[in-house]
């Protein structure tokens, strides 16, 4: 099947991918657009997959002020090389990033950056909540584990919803290493806000 320029074009739009593996992408599908979408986008987060083990030395530390001047974040994201840290679609990343941690207070990158104490803590109190003594035994592991995975979404960035969608800041970036090529990491951050702590 021939696959014309524009619909090539239209899917590296659409996509951010090269210009040859959305006509590869385009050929495989029998030129069914959303299907090669799909296809890409498997393809990238298979790719992305095998970028996790990759170092990553170079990027940006940035700073974001929220309106008005009353929160802050300062933020560390590496990639692999310093000429990524310079495109455009990795700033917007990072300044993305920075925005979700303004705005959703994240208190740790991933979950295993949350210190032992501090999750068995956690657990330890949901243990104790009489709403969970006054369900059937078996089930209240299960319960527990649920609301963990709640806790994680509120306190890990990683597992936060991006802006409140569907998607996670964790699958958010790893959607830009799949279109960018390298491996992305928040490495660290810092939130300030006006009177915290005080």
Known sequence: MAISAEAVRDLRERTGAGMMDCKRALEECGGDVEKAVLALREAGLAAAAKKAGRDAR?????????????????????????????????????????????????????????PAAALEAKRAALLEDEALAKKPEAIRAQIVEGQLRKWFEE????????????????????????????????RRFVRYALGEEL
Do not use: W
């Open 58 to 114: 170079e990027g940006l530390v940035s700073s974001y002020i929220h309106t008005g001047g009353r929160v802050g974040v300062l933020l560390e994201v590496n990639c692999e090389t310093d000429f990524v840290a310079r495109n455009e679609q990795f700033q917007k990343l990072v300044k993305d990033i920075a925005m979700q941690i303004a705005g959703l207070h994240p208190l740790y990158v991933s979950q295993d950056q949350i």
């Open 155 to 186: 306190v890990c960035l990683l597992d936060q919803p991006f802006r409140d969608g569907e998607e996670t800041v964790g699958q958010l970036i790893t959607n830009a290493i799949a279109t960018i090529g390298e491996n992305i990491r928040v």
